[in-house]
C-alpha cells in the first residue's frame, strides 16, 4: 500500500499553468503505476494521465493531451501533474492514484478506474 498526499491546487486565469505534486510514502513510489484523476463539480471522477512503472507507457485523455503531462521523480518519492494552457472545463478536483506493478496498460488503467489507493484529492479553479 502507498499513501498519497496532494498539493499545488489552486486559483488560475484560463490559459494559465498549475503543476500537482503528490507526496507518496508507505512502499516505493517505483512499484506501482502513477495516475491523475479529475472530477469537476457534478460529475464522475476520470483519469486523466496514466503512466507504467517504468515511465515509458503513458495514457492522457483526449481533453488533455497536450496540454497536461504525468512525471515522477523516485528520488523525491513525488509524483507530477504539469497543466498548462488551462481552460475553465479543467475545473474541479484532481486525485493522485496507484496501482503496485503493471496488472493493467495505462490506458484501462486510467478508463476503468483501475487503482488500488487513492489520494484525498487538491481542488483546481480556473477563472477569469
Known amino acids: 500500500q502507498v499513501q498519497l498526499v496532494e498539493s499545488g491546487g489552486g486559483v488560475v486565469q484560463p490559459g494559465g499553468s498549475l503543476r500537482l505534486s503528490c507526496a507518496a510514502s508507505g512502499n516505493p513510489l517505483k512499484y506501482y503505476s502513477i495516475a491523475w484523476f479529475h472530477q469537476a463539480p457534478g460529475k464522475e471522477r476520470e483519469g486523466v494521465s496514466c503512466m507504467s512503472t517504468d515511465d515509458r507507457d503513458t495514457y492522457y485523455a483526449d481533453s488533455v493531451k497536450g496540454r497536461f503531462t504525468i512525471s515522477r521523480d523516485i528520488a523525491k518519492s513525488t509524483v507530477y501533474l504539469q497543466m498548462d494552457s488551462l481552460k475553465p472545463e479543467d475545473t474541479g478536483r484532481y486525485y493522485c492514484?496507484?496501482?503496485?506493478?503493471?496488472?493493467?496498460?495505462?490506458?484501462?488503467?486510467?478508463?476503468?478506474?483501475?487503482?488500488?489507493?487513492w489520494g484525498q484529492g487538491t481542488l483546481v479553479t480556473v477563472s477569469s
Open positions: 492514484a496507484a496501482t503496485s506493478g503493471d496488472p493493467f496498460r495505462p490506458e484501462p488503467m486510467c478508463v476503468d478506474r483501475r487503482i488500488e489507493d
